[in-house]
């Protein structure tokens, strides 16, 4: 998880959250200005990116998981469609171990998209 990056530095901080979600299966290869001022957004309310990469890798674990009788998702286009989860992250954190759960979740259901490594 990363956890230590100091808050103070955004463009630090904004490369981190951006790398951590388009390493996800189902997301652009390339970030959007849109992600980039989410991301900023994101530093502004002091969110951590321990917080983000938690709420990234248990909805791409929902998305994932989801029957294969269920219609198909459309892509993932932006990072602002993690907000909701990531509010729900704050609310609700997730202990360390269960991510890395979630880490291992996604690259066995991912089959061969871009892979999560461990940051």
Do not use: C, W
Not at 10 to 38: F, G, M
Not at 85 to 95: F, G
Request: no cysteine.
């Amino acid at each position: 998880m990363i956890s230590t990056l100091p808050l103070e530095d955004l463009d630090k901080y904004t490369a981190a959250a951006l790398q951590l979600y388009l390493q996800l299966p189902e997301t652009p290869l390339r970030a959007s200005a849109n992600d980039i001022q989410t991301a900023r957004n994101l530093h502004v309310r002091g969110i951590s990116l321990a917080a983000i990469e938690s709420a990234l890798l248990l909805a791409s674990v929902r998305r994932l998981a989801r029957p294969p009788d269920m219609s198909p998702l459309t892509p993932i286009r932006s990072l602002a469609y993690f907000l909701p989860v990531i509010e729900e992250i704050l609310v609700n954190p997730i202990p360390t171990d269960y991510a890395e759960y979630l880490r291992r979740k996604v690259r066995s259901l991912s089959s061969g998209e871009k892979l999560i490594k461990r940051a």
